[in-house]
């Protein structure tokens, strides 16, 4: 896999922290440079560690789901990305509370939320028997990037929930686009 597809793997998967992160800038109003870091580090963090505990979890299966690898990442990215479009275009709520979002368990919970969907692509890559450390390392980075700019434009836009659905959209096609191009590198159209 070429690094532009792990780079747009990376900015789709980031976009769950980029939504929540916009919601807590709006909540917040004023975001010290301490909630920056905390968030950014731990949607960051959370989102490479999913990454490398869904490719390890896959290491042990792929024997047996070689003929199969392609379908298999495809349906993986299809249903992160179909869930993305529809909790989007559903209207949800960022799950960001009126406490600050960015201490405790509210900070612990919402990084395991936001980086569900890097434990299917960790596995996706498992399975297509890719290493995983850079691909890890530049899921985590976009996340840390990503959550900090949605939380400065969260403080300075004020109106998260179309930006924040938006962005979820995009990230979703964009992992649908790479869905159907691992298919037709494995000649499933052809």
């Not at 896999?1 to 922290?17: E, F, K, P």
């Not at 869930?83 to 201490?103: F, L, N, Q, S, Y």
């Amino acid at each position: 896999m070429d690094q532009l597809t792990i780079i747009l793997i990376a900015l789709a998967l980031a976009v769950d922290a980029f939504a929540v992160a916009l919601a807590a800038g709006v909540s917040l109003c004023r975001v010290s440079a301490r909630q920056t870091f905390r968030l950014s580090f731990h949607f960051g963090f959370f989102q490479a560690m999913m990454n490398i505990i869904g490719w390890g979890g896959g290491l042990t299966v792929r024997s047996l789901l070689a003929g199969i690898d392609h379908w298999l990442a495809f349906g993986l990215l299809a249903l992160v990305a179909v869930k993305m479009i529809k909790e989007a275009v559903g209207g949800r709520e960022a799950e960001v509370e009126k406490v600050d979002p960015t201490r405790g368990f509210t900070l612990v919970m919402l990084s395991v939320a936001t980086s569900i969907d890097s434990l299917a692509v960790g596995l996706s890559f498992s399975v297509l028997n890719i290493s995983i450390w850079l691909p890890a390392a530049i899921i985590g980075i976009a996340a840390s990037g990503l959550t900090l700019v949605g939380l400065k434009l969260g403080c300075l836009l004020g109106a998260a929930s179309k930006l924040g659905a938006r962005a979820e959209i995009a990230g979703g096609l964009v992992l649908l686009g790479i869905g159907f191009n691992v298919l037709y590198q494995h000649g499933v159209f052809s």
